[in-house]
């Protein structure tokens, strides 16, 4: 079967949507279910969107996913889920996030009982271990993305086709993705993460260490920061890893006095090539499972 074009994945993501008498979209506020979302309006459908809020969110990602939803007259129910109340999920296995979608899905499943529950999964997303997408399987979550063949590239594309804003938006993780797999999670960890990494990238932005919009965009509108995250690699074990090299050293002074100021003194800033998957190429050399935190 030859490979469809943009304009074919395009048309077949508007007929399954189109087929849908509503849709309701886990809505993290990513560029993928904001796309997703976005579509669904733009073609007129009944569409509700959900988005979660909890201690492995950041706080400005639900403050972006809200306000997001609020200039584009997406109706929005934010919903609070705690998955440090599994003890399953609060043990931080490799099997994490499996069971976290299964604690979220079943609960916006029964919050959704108006429409086709949809998520942002799309072909992107099937590289690598992802045992996140069996739990999506098992509760019959629809991903319309995915169906209609369309990988993160051809979202990009589209969304910048059709106008969306911030087609370049970087993906952003829960903050469980910043624990080293048997490193168990707690609210203050979690609170201590998202606020340090909060200064750190308004320090990013503030220093130029980010890729500039069109036209020299304010980086809140157009610019995306430099990939980083701030990680436990044990317990009292922490490394803040960034996708930028030559860092000078006004810039790694700031990055050091702001981990101190926010509880993480003595940690280490690391350039890395690639952010994503950290943890899970440390597993590879101790079994032969490919991930990707």
């Known amino acids: 079967m030859p490979d469809l074009s943009l304009h074919e994945k395009e048309e077949k993501l508007y007929a399954l949507l189109r087929a849908m ?10 560029l993928d279910s904001r796309f997703l979302s976005y579509t669904c309006l733009r073609l007129g459908l009944k569409v509700r969107a959900f ?24 109706p929005l129910t934010l919903l609070a889920i ?20 299964n604690t979220v899905f079943k609960t916006l499943k029964k919050e959704a009982r108006e429409g086709t529950l949809c998520d942002g999964t799309n072909t992107s997303d099937s590289e690598g271990y992802r045992p996140g997408l069996r739990a999506l399987q098992e509760l019959g979550i629809v991903s319309p993305l995915a169906l209609a063949g369309l990988s993160k590239p051809d979202i990009r594309a589209l969304a910048r086709k059709t106008g969306m804003d911030r087609p370049e938006q970087l993906a952003q993780p829960c903050l469980f993705t910043r624990f080293n797999y048997g490193v168990s999670p707690t609210c203050e960890t979690l609170r ?24 020299g965009a304010a980086p809140s509108e157009q610019a995306e920061s430099v990939p980083f995250r701030l990680r436990f690699e044990g317990e009292n074990k ?31 800033i690391v350039p890395v090539e690639k952010i994503s998957g950290y943890f899970d190429r440390l597993r590879q050399h101790h079994a032969p499972v490919r991930c990707n935190t």
């Open 51 to 74: 988005h979660v809020t909890g201690p492995h969110i950041p706080a400005r990602e639900s403050a972006w996913a809200e306000a997001w939803a609020g200039r584009n007259r997406l």
């Open 238 to 268: 922490t490394v803040l890893h960034i996708a930028a090299s030559g860092l000078d050293g006004e810039v790694r002074r700031d990055l050091q006095r702001l981990l101190q100021k926010n509880g993480f003194p003595a940690t280490p």
């Open 21 to 30: 008498e509503s849709v309701s979209v886990a809505f993290s506020g990513g």
């Open 192 to 215: 201590a993460i998202d606020l340090a990494e909060g200064d750190i990238e308004d320090a990013l932005h503030r220093h130029g260490v980010f890729q500039a919009g069109p036209g």
């Open 82 to 101: 705690d998955p440090l109340q599994s003890e399953i999920i609060a043990a931080n296995t490799p099997e994490r996030c499996y069971h976290c979608k």
